[in-house]
């Protein structure tokens, strides 16, 4: 399903493990959803190039590639770091402190929402909900959860994080 020769422009991916996934779901009706999913799970994120790929190997107008790549909120336009802190701001966690719990964390790491540091190892993202009420205020680290956090706590978990990566 290589679209390589049909697409304009220098390819700068390695489409091969996508063009699997897009053999996959040849003449499925409805599969973009789970190609760019595909595509973010292999590269980390949707680069433009990518979106671009995929349109031509679906044979669908870049705008609608577009289109559902930024309707949904779980994909990504931009390389995230190896730890993604998704801390919630939903309203059990908002009442409980997670405004505090946002500040520790850049107290500790120095980024702000949607930033990643620059070492590439955090990316923060601040979430609607996480589903964890019991445990506000609440955040997860690539899937793990860490609740009834506080701001020691905050510093205790980033710093253990920081302290295995070196």
Do not use: W
């Amino acid at each position: 399903m290589s679209c390589e020769k049909n697409c304009a422009g220098v390819m700068q991916y390695d489409y091969t493990e996508l063009d699997t996934a897009l053999k996959k779901y040849e003449g499925v009706e409805g599969s973009l959803i789970a190609v760019l999913q595909k595509a973010q799970e292999i590269y980390g994120y949707l680069p433009r190039e990518v979106m671009e790929y995929i349109a031509c190997a679906l044979k669908l107008k870049t705008a609608k590639v577009y289109g559902a790549a930024t309707f949904y909120t779980q994909f990504r336009f931009e390389p995230i770091g190896e730890y993604l802190i998704m801390l919630c701001m939903g309203t059990a966690c908002h009442v409980n402190g997670a405004k505090g719990i946002e500040e520790a964390i850049f107290d500790e790491i120095g980024i702000n929402d949607g930033e990643t540091t620059q070492d590439g190892k955090f990316t923060l993202s601040n979430v609607a909900c996480l589903g964890c009420c019991s445990l506000s205020p609440v955040m997860m680290i690539n899937g793990e959860t860490y609740g009834l956090l506080t701001k020691d706590k905050v510093k205790e978990v980033l710093g253990g994080l920081q302290t295995a990566r070196e």
